[in-house]
C-alpha cells in the first residue's frame, strides 16, 4: 500500500538554527498537509497546499515556516530560526481529494537545544 | 473557531467489555474521521463519516455520526489487547484542515 514517506525520524538542532523537514506524499495526491504534535497533546494543523500554493494555515505557521514544493515528488516544511517550544513531532499528510482521509506519514521529532 | 472535544481521556478496560468513546463537535461540518495512534507511530485512518446517520464498521469497531448533535462515537464491542492506542477524532471545518480532538488514550487488560 502507498505511504507517506518523511525524513529525517529525528532532527536535534541548536536554537536559532534553521531546520528543513521532508516529505514524500503518495504519488497520485494532490493535497498536502503539516500537522504538528508536541509530547502528550493534540495534533496541531499547521497548513495545507494544493495546486503549488498555500490554501489554508493556522496562527502556529508564522514567518518563521515556509512550505515548498520543489520538484514534482517532495513537500518541504522550513523553519527558519528554531525556537524552543517548536519542539514536536511533525507529521506530514496527503490526500487524493478533499473528503478521502488524509494518509499520515511516521512523523519527524525535532527536538531544539 | 471550531473546537472537538472528547470523552473520555483515558479508558482503562477488561477484554471482552464493550465502550464508547464520544467526539462532540462545536459548529456545523460535514466531515469526520477517527484515527488510531499507536505509541510513537503515526495516524492510522480508521474512518470517514459523511452523512448523518452514517454507520461504519471494521471488525470490533464501529463509529456513527450525528450532525444535528454534532456527535460522534466510537463502539468498541469485545475488546481485546490489540486495540490498546490513542484514538482520535478530527473534524473539518470550512476548509480541508483537520481539527483533532484531545484523544481518548485506550488501555485494554487481559
Known amino acids: 500500500e502507498p505511504e507517506v514517506t518523511q525524513t529525517p525520524s529525528h532532527q536535534v538542532t541548536q536554537m536559532g538554527q534553521e531546520v528543513i523537514l521532508r516529505c514524500v506524499p503518495i504519488s497520485n495526491h494532490l493535497y498536502f498537509y503539516w500537522y504538528r504534535q508536541i509530547l502528550g497533546q493534540k495534533v496541531e494543523f499547521l497548513v495545507s497546499?494544493?495546486?503549488?500554493?498555500?490554501?489554508?494555515k493556522s496562527e502556529i505557521f508564522d514567518d518563521q515556516f515556509s512550505v515548498e514544493r520543489p520538484d514534482g515528488s517532495n513537500f518541504t516544511l522550513k523553519i527558519r530560526s528554531t525556537k524552543l517550544e517548536d519542539s514536536a513531532m511533525y507529521f506530514c499528510a496527503s490526500s487524493s481529494n478533499t473528503y478521502q482521509p488524509q494518509h499520515f506519514g511516521d512523523g519527524t521529532r525535532l527536538s531544539i537545544l | 473557531e471550531l473546537k472537538v472535544e472528547q470523552n473520555p481521556l483515558f479508558l482503562s478496560m477488561q477484554e471482552g467489555k464493550n465502550y464508547t468513546i464520544y467526539c462532540n463537535y462545536s459548529t456545523t461540518s460535514d466531515r469526520l474521521y477517527w484515527y488510531r495512534q499507536d505509541p510513537g507511530k503515526s495516524l492510522e485512518s480508521l474512518f470517514v463519516?459523511?452523512?448523518?446517520?452514517a454507520v461504519k464498521q471494521e471488525g470490533r469497531l464501529m463509529a456513527s455520526l450525528d450532525t444535528k448533535a454534532r456527535l460522534s462515537t466510537l463502539h468498541i464491542t469485545a475488546a481485546v489487547h490489540d486495540l490498546s492506542a490513542t484514538y482520535f477524532c478530527?473534524?473539518?471545518?470550512?476548509?480541508?484542515?483537520?481539527?483533532f480532538g484531545g484523544g481518548t488514550r485506550l488501555m485494554v487488560k487481559p
Open positions: 497546499f494544493y495546486n503549488n500554493e498555500i490554501s489554508e
Open positions: 478530527a473534524v473539518t471545518g470550512t476548509g480541508n484542515m483537520l481539527t
Open positions: 463519516l459523511l452523512s448523518n446517520g
